[in-house]
């Protein structure tokens, strides 16, 4: 077992340290492209429109790294393009600013930038005149359509969206820009879809979806087949959204999209979730998570924590669901996302209300009626988006240029500090897995010390056992021994007692002989010498007479004598010599004990007393 789980962590730190190397090859990548568009911004000095565009050109591509460092290349292009009155360059640099803001959520203050985007473009088309920049300048113009609808969108306006969508795909059929009417149908389908009206929503997304594919736009149709995937999704058609999610991870895969593999992940795992296959669902989310991790986005984030709430929730671990709801929450809380706040909030409440912790259950359902009531009725407030929109387009050259300069070699830094925690983070594991190692072997060292001297000690207590029971047999042999030393010693101090009287009196040796005769007797017979015997045996055999009385009340004192010295394994010589009687009387004394005793013929009289003894 504990060479299964060291696989599975070298497996699980291998796949860690290749993720590592991959996010700090694009890292490397997109640092080399940086350099180079700052290369040709520094060369084209003298050249303003070369410069302004390549500001836009660095400002796209930093956007979803760095919304921030977008946002100061973008009105850099701004400030050269208004200079030198390049009303096509302003549209554009408008355009960067808006998606800039777009990607931070402060969707009102785009929409104002896409305005003046708009407007830009409406002072520079009566002054073209080449057929080619007028095209130019109309896809420009449902380009920063297309933007403005996305920014409707995302604050749950879906009338106005579709309405901006729709002059999109005007705009894009005039410019015969084949992919952005694929996208302006797919977002009318999205708007419909969140309206609920679904097959209105199906129908746009297979138009745009026939679009992509003859425009060979392999990007546009992996966008389109995750539409169509979602629609049969909320048609409850399960089986189809899979099939198309499918087919669209396998373009962004292709292509290494992986910001948009990202929300082709989460889909699917939502569709897997619908079919109850848990396990396919968990390994789409941790893959979705990864990626969004190299590419952060808050509406991955959020729409992460909403699924992974929904699978904890299906394996029933309230807790874990209650955690992760609760941040998607809180996140779209801090943005102001109306549409995911009502869904979280509602699944909150139903959580707390089946774990009857009402008081939450009641707080959450006040904020789901809130939500619910204002979702479709907020209106954009101009005014205060403008005040919020404040540009310094008339900074200096030079702070903008240490400014990037700043930033370049805060990246560098950054870098640096990422390679570093990586081998700190290796250095770690190793020495966590070694001391893990040293210690599995010392726990092992110390459970194997602990049965020996468990067995040592087991026989040690054996010993000692048959060393008390060796002691104890021997203690009773001398106990027997001095027994009988005694009575012999007492006899022969009387004998010698009645001796000396005979020799002080010689003269009636026939008396003092019949005298001697009946002491030796009496010594041989007293009772007193027997309680005596009885007393000293019962020091050693403290129950005997006692268990004998229990099987048979009625014995004599005779009986008792007998048994005693059974039980001191005297044979019936020894035991006829002890009681001064003959071996015949003896063994008809041992017949008539087996008789009071009840025992039968196969019983063996000396062993039964010895039991007795021992029980």
Not at 33 to 53: A, F, M, R, Y
Not at 241 to 252: D, G, Q, R, V
Not at 590 to 614: A, C
Request: glycine fraction near 2%; charged fraction near 25%.
């Amino acid at each position: 077992m504990g060479k299964y789980y060291n696989s599975i962590w070298n497996t699980k730190l291998y796949t860690f340290i290749v993720c590592c190397l991959l996010l700090l090859n694009q890292l490397l990548i997109a640092h080399n492209e940086t350099d180079s568009l700052l290369t040709i911004v520094k060369n084209s000095e003298n050249n303003p429109e070369q410069q302004s565009q390549a500001y836009i050109d660095l400002a796209w591509k930093l956007l979803y790294l760095s919304s921030d460092s977008s946002l100061v290349f973008g009105e850099k292009a701004l400030m050269i393009a208004k200079k030198h009155e390049q009303y096509l360059l302003i549209a554009e640099a408008y355009n960067i600013i808006g998606a800039a803001k777009t990607i931070q959520s402060k969707f009102d203050t785009a929409l104002v930038i896409f305005q003046l985007g708009l407007n830009s473009t409406n002072i520079a088309l009566p002054k073209l005149k080449d057929s080619t920049e007028i095209n130019f300048l109309k896809k420009r113009i449902a380009g920063i359509l297309a933007n403005m609808s996305n920014c409707y969108y995302n604050k749950s306006n879906y009338t106005q969206s579709i309405h901006y969508y729709q002059f999109t795909a005007k705009a894009a059929i005039e410019s015969k820009t084949k992919w952005l009417e694929s996208a302006a149908y797919t977002g009318i389908a999205t708007c419909y879809q969140e309206l609920k009206k679904y097959d209105l929503s199906l129908q746009y997304h297979k138009r745009s979806l026939q679009l992509a594919i003859k425009s060979s736009d392999s990007l546009n149709t992996a966008e389109s087949f995750l539409s169509v995937g979602k629609a049969y999704m909320l048609m409850n058609e399960k089986g189809k959204s899979k099939e198309y999610f499918l087919k669209a991870i396998e373009i962004y895969e292709n292509l290494g999209e992986d910001y948009f593999l990202k929300f082709a992940y989460l889909d699917l795992c939502h569709s897997y979730l619908k079919l109850d296959k848990l396990d396919s669902a968990l390994i789409f989310l941790e893959k979705s998570h990864s990626l969004t991790q190299k590419y952060p986005e808050l509406q991955a984030e959020i729409y992460y924590h909403n699924l992974y709430g929904n699978y904890l929730l299906l394996i029933s671990d309230f807790k874990g669901a209650i955690k992760h709801y609760t941040i998607s929450y809180q996140l779209s809380e801090r943005y102001n996302w109306d549409k995911y706040k009502e869904g979280a909030s509602l699944k909150l409440v139903n959580i707390f209300e089946e774990l009857k912790q009402y008081d939450s259950a009641f707080k959450y359902l006040v904020i789901n009626r809130a939500i619910s009531d204002s979702i479709f009725s907020k209106e954009s407030d101009k005014r205060i988006a403008e005040l919020e929109v404040k540009y310094q387009v008339d900074r200096k050259e030079l702070s903008i240029k240490n400014l990037v300069e700043q930033k370049a070699k805060d990246a560098q830094l950054r870098l640096l500090l990422f390679v570093l925690l990586i081998v700190i983070f290796i250095s770690s594991v190793i020495v966590i897995t070694s001391y893990i190692i040293r210690r599995k072997k010392t726990k092992q060292l110390h459970k194997t010390e602990k049965k020996l001297l468990a067995i040592e000690l087991e026989k040690n207590l054996v010993e000692q056992q048959h060393l008390t029971e060796d002691i104890e047999h021997k203690t009773k042999q001398l106990t027997t021994h001095a027994l009988n030393m005694m009575q012999k010693n007492k006899l022969l101090q009387e004998v010698n007692g009645s001796i000396a009287d005979i020799i002080k009196n010689p003269e009636n040796l026939e008396f003092s002989f019949k005298k001697l005769k009946r002491q030796i007797n009496q010594s041989i017979k007293a009772d007193n010498d027997w309680e005596v015997f009885k007393l000293y045996f019962e020091q050693i055999n403290s129950s005997f007479f006692t268990k004998l009385r229990s099987i048979n009340p009625d014995l004599t004192t005779h009986d008792l004598r007998l048994c005693a010295l059974i039980k001191l394994n005297l044979n019936i010589k020894e035991t006829a010599a002890v009681l001064n009687l003959s071996p015949n009387s003896i063994k008809s004394a041992r017949y008539k004990l087996r008789k009071r005793l009840d025992l039968r013929t196969e019983v063996d009289l000396s062993e039964y007393i010895q039991e007795i003894g021992d029980s």
